[in-house]
C-alpha cells in the first residue's frame, strides 16, 4: 500500500524525526511511504505547501494522520482533501501498534 504520511510540521521542531520514525515503521511493514516533511521549508505557507502535497495525496492509497495533526493548518487541509477523495484516512497508530 502507498501512505501518505500527514502531522503538524511547522510548529514542530521535531517533525523531521517524528515524521522519519513514521516512515521506517510503515516501510518496515512492507508500505511504500509518501514522506513530505522532505520538502524544502522555503516553499512559501501552507496555501503554496498544499499545490504539492495534494497531488502527493492523490498518489497514495492511505493517508496516516501523525498525533496532533488537529492544530495544523496543513494537516487538516490534507484530511479533509484525503477525505474528500475517498482515501483510507486513519491514525498513526492504526498501523502501528
Not at 521542531?13 to 511511504?33: I, N, Q, R
Amino acid at each position: 500500500m502507498i501512505i501518505y504520511i500527514a502531522g503538524p510540521i511547522s510548529k514542530d521542531p521535531d517533525y523531521k524525526e517524528k515524521f522519519g520514525a513514521a516512515e521506517c515503521a510503515l516501510t518496515k511493514m512492507g508500505h511504500s511511504v509518501i514522506n513530505p516533511a522532505f520538502l524544502p521549508t522555503d516553499l512559501g505557507d501552507c496555501t503554496d505547501y498544499m499545490k504539492l502535497c495534494f497531488p502527493m495525496i492523490d498518489a497514495a492509497d492511505a493517508v496516516v494522520m501523525l498525533d496532533d495533526w488537529e492544530e495544523s493548518c496543513g494537516a487538516c487541509r490534507e484530511w479533509g482533501y484525503a477525505m474528500a477523495q475517498d482515501k483510507i484516512v486513519l491514525p498513526f497508530n492504526a498501523f502501528v501498534f
